[in-house]
């Protein structure tokens, strides 16, 4: 008589457009978004004022991202907020670049912010409707928890 496989590969493993979200999406995409922050400030040598606003602007959204990442890695039931609010900040990142596109009459910065608009709502309708997201943060676990 055979003994049952033992599996040591947790059930809810984070694969799949999931871990492209958490892991590539916000983990990856937040870092680069502040680099690539760094990197333009320093080459175009902005002013102190605005090179402080421009870094808070990425810096925010980069600490819940890492936030986010972490809650997932490790089952948190805040980890689908967590992102929710990370989702949202973003949008309003893309509402403000919307509105300096449209001060400087740039149609750049027009489909840009409408491109990060359209991502934020796919991702939002994923984190609702995906039976993995569900399967790792059940929706009666979910809760709005502090940090």
Same mark, same amino acid.
């Given at each position: 008589?055979?003994?049952?496989e ?41 002013d ?24 997932? %890695? ?34 750049f ?23 993995? %997201? ?14």
């Amino acid at each position: 008589m055979d003994a049952p496989e033992i599996s040591t590969k947790k059930e809810k493993d984070i694969k799949g457009w999931l871990a492209f979200f958490v892991y590539v999406w916000v983990g990856l995409g937040s870092i680069l978004s502040v680099a690539l922050s760094l990197i333009l400030l320093i080459s175009q040598r902005a002013d102190l004022d605005v090179s402080i606003f421009l870094l808070l602007y990425d810096v925010f959204p980069l600490l819940i991202g890492i936030a986010t990442v972490r809650a997932f %890695v490790l089952e948190k039931n805040n980890a689908v907020s967590l992102a929710r609010t990370f989702l949202t900040m973003r949008v309003m990142i893309c509402v403000v670049i919307l509105f300096i596109g449209w001060v400087c009459a740039n149609p750049f910065l027009y489909a840009y912010s409408m491109m990060g608009c359209v991502q934020c709502v796919i991702w939002f309708v994923y984190l609702h409707r995906s039976k993995q %997201v569900k399967s790792v943060i059940p929706i009666e676990m979910r809760t709005w928890k502090s940090f």
